[in-house]
């Protein structure tokens, strides 16, 4: 069994929706997982989030082509946490949520400590942005 078959049945048998490329580092090198990632890419089945972060794709209705199967806003605080990057939502999401605002807020923005974070994650132009505690 190929690689790319190996990380396509891995694929269908976890219930997350974002993957780390080290965790499809069992499957062979580092070289055989990321022509077998880029692959499973161009079939369709992967779309990339970020640099080693990937998530599980559907076609589009629109333009038929791959989409992450979720909205980012659900997939992002996912991978930060694969990442070990504690997240929680927003200054303004949150005074939306809590009626003090009626800003709707817009973006994708998370709150994270204190450290910074230089990640950049996001899909088809649309990219998070992080706000420090």
Do not use: C, W
Request: proline share 5%; charged share 25%; net charge positive.
């Amino acid at each position: 069994m190929s690689i790319v078959d190996r990380i396509k049945r891995s694929l269908a048998n976890r219930n997350a929706d974002v993957f780390l490329r080290a965790d499809f580092m069992p499957f062979g090198s580092q070289a055989q997982v990321g022509r077998a990632l880029t692959e499973l890419q161009n079939k369709g089945a992967l779309v990339k989030l970020g640099v080693g972060v990937y998530a599980k794709a559907k076609p589009s209705v629109l333009s038929g082509k791959p989409i992450p199967i979720r909205p980012l806003e659900v997939l992002v605080p996912e991978a930060l946490k694969k990442l070990g990057i504690q997240v929680e939502e927003s200054r303004q999401t949150r005074e939306y949520n809590s009626g003090i605002s009626t800003q709707v807020p817009t973006g994708v923005v998370f709150r994270v400590g204190k450290r910074r974070i230089q990640r950049k994650l996001g899909f088809n132009g649309k990219l998070v942005q992080y706000e420090r505690v």
